[in-house]
């Protein structure tokens, strides 16, 4: 099976920015689409943005668009979420996920790691 780490969260000022970096394994990472979701604190888990295996299609909730940028460098085995002008609301424990197949949606992920708690301070 697939498994990935999260890194780089951390206490952030509102306004700044930060980089989430997934480092994944196994036989279907490159080929998979990917994602990453987020939980803050008393709330349901929600999507955040997804990228397919090539790079070519990506998806963000209405959230983060303009402000998120999902990427993902395959040689490396890496998915990132480069994360600018944070906002205290998005504040929460951030996951990579990945799917089974090349599908790029908003749910369907089997695959999920540990998770990186953000924390954007007012």
């Known amino acids: 099976q697939v498994r990935m780490v999260e890194s780089g969260g951390g206490l952030v000022q509102a306004g700044g920015s930060l980089r989430l970096s997934c480092a994944a394994s196994g036989r279907a990472f490159g080929r998979e689409a990917m994602g990453w979701f987020r939980q803050a604190e008393g709330k349901d888990r929600e999507f955040v943005a997804a990228i397919s295996w090539s790079g070519g299609l990506t998806d963000y909730a209405d959230s983060v668009k303009g402000r998120f940028t999902i990427s993902r460098d395959n040689a490396k085995n890496t998915v990132y979420l480069q994360m600018n002008s944070l906002k205290p609301e998005d504040t929460a424990v951030y996951y990579c996920?990945?799917?089974?197949?090349?599908?790029?949606?908003?749910?369907?992920?089997?695959?999920w790691g540990q998770g990186t708690q953000v924390t954007v301070s007012s």
């Open positions: 996920a990945a799917r089974r197949d090349t599908v790029v949606t908003r749910n369907g992920y089997y695959y």
